[in-house]
């Protein structure tokens, strides 16, 4: 069955740091952009961090920047975020996704990335905060 899965979400306090992880089975991860994305609730979903394949460039949205590093290890089919500083603003369920459209991110004219260029999705993990 193909899919992507995240994990290594949590309880956080604010400050603290979590290193997700997303793992892909039965689909190559080769030569496609990666992503995280996030939702609060009750918010639309946004683009986080995308990391491309074909020279590991990143993007990040500025309200991660300095404190999420987005990476990605090819061999084991599996993309990383990890979070650092983290304030009440990052709870959210975080989902990585696959960039259908090749293998370096896209950046939109309005300087985010897009949900709908994503073609697979995992189902999400849960970053809540502990306070």
């Known amino acids: 069955q193909v899919q992507l899965v995240e994990s290594g979400g949590g309880l956080v306090q604010p400050g603290g740091s979590l290193r997700l992880s997303c793992a892909a089975s039965e689909l190559s991860l080769d030569y496609y952009a990666l992503s995280w994305f996030r939702q609060a609730p009750g918010k639309a979903r946004e683009g986080v961090s995308c990391?491309?394949?074909?020279?590991?460039?990143?993007y990040y949205a500025d309200s991660v920047k300095g404190r999420f590093t987005i990476s990605r290890d090819n061999v084991k089919n599996t993309v990383y975020l990890q979070m650092n500083s983290l304030q009440a603003e990052d709870k959210a369920v975080y989902y990585c996704?696959?960039?259908?459209?090749?293998?370096?991110?896209?950046?939109?004219?309005?300087?985010?990335?897009?949900?709908?260029?994503?073609?697979?999705w995992g189902q999400g993990t849960q970053v809540a905060d502990s306070s």
């Open positions: 996704a696959r960039y259908r459209l090749g293998p370096k991110c896209t950046v939109g004219a309005d300087g985010g990335i897009s949900m709908y260029e994503y073609d697979y």
């Open positions: 990391i491309s394949h074909s020279d590991s460039s990143t």
